[in-house]
Nanobody, 116 residues
Framework: QVQFVESGGGLVQPGGSLRLSCAAS????????MGWYRQAPGKQREMVAS???????NYADSVKGRFTITRDNAKNTAYLQMIDLEVDDTAVYYC??????????WGQGTQVTVSS
């Protein structure tokens, strides 16, 4: 059964940091590009970072220099290290393959709230 479980979100002040984790139950994890996505209230879901099986990273312009995506193929886990968080980073963060396998595989996500 394909499943993506996100964790690590929380409430932080502007300038703070968080590290998100994504546990993927997917047999092809080590050979597929993984992505982190986010959806802010009233906005469409957007991709913020992706990482290929070989480790090549890609970021949305809005998070470049502040977010870092990594992966551990032995643990079928992807991570998103976020520093210098801004109020506009407030959203529910999700992970899935990139491009997404299916709409039905979106998990519950993890809430990130940046507020003073």
């Amino acid at each position: 059964q394909v499943q993506f479980v996100e964790s690590g979100g929380g409430l932080v002040q502007p300038g703070g940091s968080l590290r998100l984790s994504c546990a993927a139950s997917i047999g092809i994890f080590r050979i597929t590009t993984m992505g982190w996505y986010r959806q802010a209230p009233g906005k469409q879901r957007e991709m913020v970072a992706s990482i290929t099986p070989g480790g090549a990273e890609n970021y949305a312009d809005s998070v470049k220099g502040r977010f870092t995506i990594t992966r551990d193929n032995a643990k079928n886990t992807a991570y998103l290290q976020m520093i210098d968080l801004e109020v506009d980073d407030t959203a529910v963060y999700y992970c899935q393959t990139n491009p997404p396998l299916s709409e039905r595989y979106w998990g519950q996500g993890t809430q990130v709230t940046v507020s003073s």
